[in-house]
């Protein structure tokens, strides 16, 4: 039974990290165009971070800097490390499994004081 599931997420400072992680349950995550996806409350969800097959990598402007986008294909999991975090970047937290259009259920990160 495939599975993404997103973890990681929490209540954090800003000027803090987090690292979220995307693991793929019987399946590898190796031949796919990952990306992760955020939404806050009253928005459209919004295109945060891709990763290749190659690990090339690309961002939202918003994020650029402060996040970056790894893989780990043995482990079959994509990671997002956000740095320098700010409360604009509260919102939940998908990754997405292009091809196939597969998402993860989310996981929540609240950057407040």
């Known amino acids: 039974q495939f599975q993404l599931v997103e973890s990681g997420g929490g209540l954090v400072q800003p000027g803090g990290s987090l690292r979220l992680s995307c693991a793929a349950s019987?399946?590898?995550?190796?031949?796919?165009?990952m990306r992760w996806f955020r939404q806050a409350p009253g928005k459209e969800r919004e295109a945060v971070a891709c990763?290749?097959?190659?690990?090339?990598?690309n961002y939202a402007d918003s994020v650029k800097g402060r996040f970056t986008i790894a893989r780990d294909n043995a482990k079959s999991t994509v990671y997002l490390q956000m740095n320098s975090l700010k409360s604009e970047d509260t919102a939940v937290y998908y990754c997405?499994?292009?091809?196939?259009?597969?998402w993860g259920q989310g996981t929540q990160v609240t950057v407040s004081s």
């Open positions: 990763i290749t097959k190659g690990r090339a990598a």
């Open positions: 019987e399946m590898t995550l190796a031949h796919y165009i």
């Open positions: 997405k499994l292009m091809a196939y259009n597969y």
